[in-house]
Structures are given as structure tokens and as C-alpha cells.
């Protein structure tokens, strides 16, 4: 299973953020399966940010809830993370990872999202 992480690199405060990552390997409606974003923002831990299952059901942290909408795109086999109304607090790595059983199995390389004020 290999998992891709696309995105602008860097984006403007108050704009969107879309994030994408194409899976291969394994299908994005394979039952039980969940794809889960993670992000690593600078000096600091890794945080879980939400997850979208096999389907189409979503969670999201909740501190994270009210700006975050995530997506998949089955005959693309991706799945998307939009982060509306971007602040410099939103630039990390960002991770996208396969979820099963509750433990993230399989990652991407990560992408780097900074966003100028």
C-alpha cells in the first residue's frame, strides 16, 4: 500500500487549504478500511486531525471540527482534507495514512503546508 500527499506548499492566511492523497495498493471503499489525516506542525508532536472510513462517514477532532471538511473521491481512489480560512497556526507536515482496526498502518512521506501571513 503506498499513500501520496499533494498540496500547494505554500498558501496566504484567510485562504483555503486543499490537501490531497492518492492511495495505491488498496481502495479507499474497501470495507472496514478508514484514511486518516495526521500533522506534525513545527517543534512540535504529532496530532491526529481526522479520519473519513470506508463509507463516507467522517471525524474530525473538535477543535478542528468547524473548519475542516473531508472528502474522497472514489473513482480517483484519493481522499481530500479543505481547510477553510487559513491562519500561520495551520503550517506543518502534513500525513495521510491508512486506518484499520485503529491503528494507522500505512503512510505517506508527508508535504509541507506553510502559510504566509
Known amino acids: 500500500v503506498q499513500l501520496q500527499e499533494s498540496g500547494p506548499g505554500l498558501v496566504k492566511s484567510s485562504e483555503t487549504l486543499s490537501l490531497t492523497c492518492t492511495v495505491s495498493?488498496?481502495?479507499?471503499?474497501?470495507?472496514?478500511?478508514?484514511w486518516s489525516w495526521i500533522r506534525q506542525p513545527p517543534g512540535k508532536g504529532l496530532e491526529w486531525i481526522g479520519y473519513?472510513?470506508?463509507?463516507?462517514?467522517?471525524y474530525y477532532i473538535p477543535s478542528l471540527k468547524s473548519r475542516t471538511t473531508l472528502s474522497r473521491y472514489t473513482s480517483k481512489n484519493q481522499f481530500t482534507r479543505q481547510v477553510n480560512s487559513v491562519i500561520p497556526e495551520v503550517t506543518a507536515v502534513y500525513f495521510c495514512t491508512t486506518l484499520r482496526s485503529m491503528v494507522l498502518t500505512f503512510w505517506g512521506p508527508g508535504t509541507q503546508v506553510t502559510v504566509s501571513a
Open positions: 473519513i472510513s470506508y463509507s463516507g462517514r467522517t
Open positions: 495498493g488498496d481502495s479507499v471503499t474497501a470495507k472496514y478500511s478508514g
